[in-house]
């Protein structure tokens, strides 16, 4: 069993930055796959960013690129998603996911744990 804690939420103003991160606790940290998706009020929960267990290796949504950064230290079990230039668009709860796989994945049905969501919003 895996569970997954996001943190650094909030409220921010378009333009600017947020940094979220996402504890780890459980099967070992490195051997998964890390995903960020989210999900906005009335929409379908949407891929984010990826990264594989190594870090070598991440992958974006179009909406996001450029602007959002993925990242993980499995050191410390925690992958990061470092937001920038940030959008009244992006507003939407933000998940923390981790894939069995060790490749980048991108569909929801990829993940298998899943945390509770942080909450951004980001105001006009």
């Known amino acids: 069993q895996v569970q997954l804690v996001e943190s650094g939420g909030g409220l921010v103003q378009a333009g600017g930055s947020l940094r979220l991160s996402c504890a780890a606790s459980g099967r070992t940290f490195s051997s998964y796959c890390m995903g960020w998706f989210r999900q906005a009020p009335g929409k379908e929960r949407e891929f984010v960013a990826t990264?594989?267990?190594?870090?070598?290796?991440?992958y974006y949504a179009d909406s996001v690129k450029g602007r959002f950064t993925i990242s993980r230290d499995n050191a410390k079990n925690t992958v990061y998603l470092q937001m920038n230039s940030l959008k009244p668009e992006d507003t939407a709860v933000y998940y923390c996911?981790?894939?069995?796989?060790?490749?980048?994945?991108?569909?929801?049905?990829?993940?298998?744990?899943w945390g509770q969501g942080t909450q951004v919003t980001v105001s006009s």
């Open positions: 996911a981790a894939s069995l796989s060790r490749g980048i994945m991108t569909t929801k049905t990829a993940y298998n744990y």
């Open positions: 990264i594989s267990w190594s870090g070598a290796n991440t």
